[in-house]
């Protein structure tokens, strides 16, 4: 009998702490400014997935009407980011719905501000995992939470991190962190995360930025410890959905110029890379195209090339660019056309 009043007791203890799981009127506005809607204007290394739309991605397109939100959390912190609950680690989902494949060679994020406490190094963790159904909690309102949300599953698929002191916080700079392998992607969805857990011990703190329309999807997610798995943000937050600035990188080994794929009817490949004084950035168009831009950037967003070529008819196309005059590090070259964009990087080592 004794037996049977401890497991009661426990079974009320662990219905407690799951109901305890919404937070409620923890998310406010703390800033939120305007970008281009159709991105051109951009002066930052840009994705195409998550970033301008994409048929064959959900969520199809970062900050539809242009507006970039900075929530902060009540009591100290931000929601997309560390914060006084514990609430430090957030994942984007990206759907494909087009079931295309490629590699993911890193991750670009976008921070709206920062905090070091101290003279010592922490470290950002980018996380890449695969996404599956029945695999995050849902909270309807009303019920207990239930293991029947699409998301991130299992272990990462691939880690890296950030030094903080590296985080440029001025306003909508992309940073990059590389994967020290590209990560297959064939066919299936996967999920980015940001795990700042580390900040705990140092005091330091960082938040990332959000759109303010999550397109309906629910593809935002948070980590609770006391579930041992991500909950569908929306359901956590009552409602709060949005999609997180967290863009994968497309691997310049995948949808090259050699390949028989094409992403938003485009292939890109550099070569060679590593460059030491020159490559040849060599695209090809599935058909004819309008508005075809190419644009190289460097680490900070900074443009150093930019020819807008207007319409060219389908096929193949080479550039040849000097970059005798380039530092030592990583560049990131964008091809854009009618609307659609696709982003790699290279190297250049002297």
């Not at 994705?47 to 969520?59: E, K, M, R």
């Not at 795990?195 to 938040?207: P, Y």
């Amino acid at each position: 009998m004794k037996k049977i009043y401890i497991l009661a007791a426990a079974a009320i203890f662990s219905t407690a702490a799951i109901a305890q799981v919404p937070q409620a009127g923890k998310p406010y506005v703390k800033d939120s400014k305007q970008i281009s809607v159709k991105h051109n204007n951009s002066k930052t290394p840009t994705d195409t997935l998550g970033w301008v739309p994409n048929l064959n991605w959900l969520p199809s397109e970062f900050a539809v009407g242009g507006q970039v939100w900075n929530y902060g959390y009540t009591g100290g912190g931000y929601v997309y980011g560390n914060n006084v609950d514990s609430l430090d680690h957030c994942a984007q989902g990206y759907k494909n719905v087009g079931a295309v494949s490629f590699g993911v060679e890193g991750v670009l994020a976008a921070f709206v501000g920062k905090y070091h406490a101290g003279s010592g190094t922490t470290n950002i963790t980018f996380n890449m995992y695969d996404m599956q159904p029945n695999s995050v909690y849902e909270w309807d309102g009303v019920n207990p939470v239930t293991l029947t949300g699409e998301g991130p599953s299992g272990s990462p698929l691939a880690t890296t991190t950030m030094a903080l002191n590296m985080a440029d916080t001025t306003w909508f700079t992309l940073n990059y962190a590389a994967f020290s392998t590209p990560v297959t992607v064939s066919g299936t969805s996967f999920a980015l995360s940001m795990d700042v857990t580390a900040f705990r011990a140092s005091g330091d703190t960082i938040g990332l930025a959000s759109d303010t329309d999550g397109e309906g999807y629910r593809y935002a997610y948070h980590y609770y410890n006391s579930l041992s798995n991500f909950i569908v943000t929306a359901d956590a937050f009552s409602g709060l959905n949005n999609n997180l600035a967290l863009f994968p990188v497309v691997d310049d080994n995948f949808i090259g110029i050699d390949d028989k794929d094409f992403l938003n009817g485009m292939q890109l490949s550099a070569f060679p890379n590593p460059v030491v004084d020159q490559t040849t950035i060599s695209y090809n168009l599935e058909e004819n195209m309008n508005k075809v831009k190419l644009i190289v950037y460097d680490v900070t967003g900074k443009e150093i090339y930019n020819v807008n070529y207007g319409a060219q008819a389908k096929g193949s196309y080479n550039v040849t660019l000097d970059a005798s005059e380039f530092t030592t590090g990583n560049y990131f070259y964008s091809l854009i056309a009618n609307g659609n964009r696709l982003t790699k990087r290279f190297v250049v080592t002297k």
